[in-house]
């Protein structure tokens, strides 16, 4: 569960965006994270990341698109989710240190398609949507390949929006989470649990943050 931290309300042209954070005492990056079209900021990767990263010197901010603050159940277009996030931007960079746009799901491809734009020293893309589940040749993959900053993919193994192996050779790096769907829930018969499987989780994005060429 996600202990609340400060909340800020941002006002945008789309709504009320909310940001939640959970701060590193002295932090050296911020790590902007977007949920996805089927929940918020209470999915467990995001959740992972907040209560892990703050300790190792990144502030986590968990940004609410203003269609999920006003309790509507379904997602707007891409352009209107790029719009309440690049509204936000000026909280999340106001700390006075480098900012990594992430997400996960549709916040992974809001990320992508404007983190360059905004001055993001890096990308993070949790659960990338490559494709809708059964339609490969729908695939997404100009918005990863395009992101013109530090790339990372975290995937779950059997995610039906795109396998690992599926992904197309490119200059991002890759973390497969084995056994976990697009929520990275894995089975319970697996060979790992569910907290061993958001450690991977955890673990390979603390080493790529530490790795970003950053000043």
């Known amino acids: 569960m996600l202990e609340a931290g400060e909340r800020v309300t941002v006002a945008t042209d789309v709504g009320e965006a909310r940001v939640t954070w959970v701060r590193a005492e002295v932090p050296r990056l911020v790590l902007a994270l977007g949920h996805g079209a089927g929940g918020g900021v209470e999915a467990r990767d ?54 990594v746009a992430g997400g996960r799901s549709a916040g992974a491809r809001v990320a992508c398609r404007t983190g360059a734009g905004l001055g993001a020293a890096g990308v ?44 197309p050779a490119g200059s991002y790096e890759l973390a497969e989470v084995a056994y976990g769907d697009h929520g990275f829930a894995v089975p319970k018969k697996a060979p790992v649990g569910q907290e061993e499987a958001l450690g991977v989780i955890t673990d390979a994005v603390g080493a790529w943050l530490e790795r970003l060429p950053v000043g």
Do not use: C, I, Y
């Open 46 to 99: 995001l959740v992972a990341l907040a209560g892990v990263l703050p300790g190792a010197g990144v502030s986590v901010a968990l940004v609410e698109q203003p269609w999920r603050v006003a309790g509507k159940k379904v997602a707007p277009a891409p352009k209107t989710l790029d719009k309440g996030w690049e509204a936000v931007w000026g909280e999340v960079a106001g700390e006075g240190v480098p900012v």
């Open 124 to 167: 993070l893309a949790l659960s990338f949507p490559l494709h809708p589940p059964g339609k490969p040749e729908r695939s997404r993959a100009e918005e990863l390949l395009g992101t013109g900053v530090p790339t990372m993919v975290v995937q779950g193994g059997r995610d039906p929006f795109g396998r690992p192996e599926e992904f």
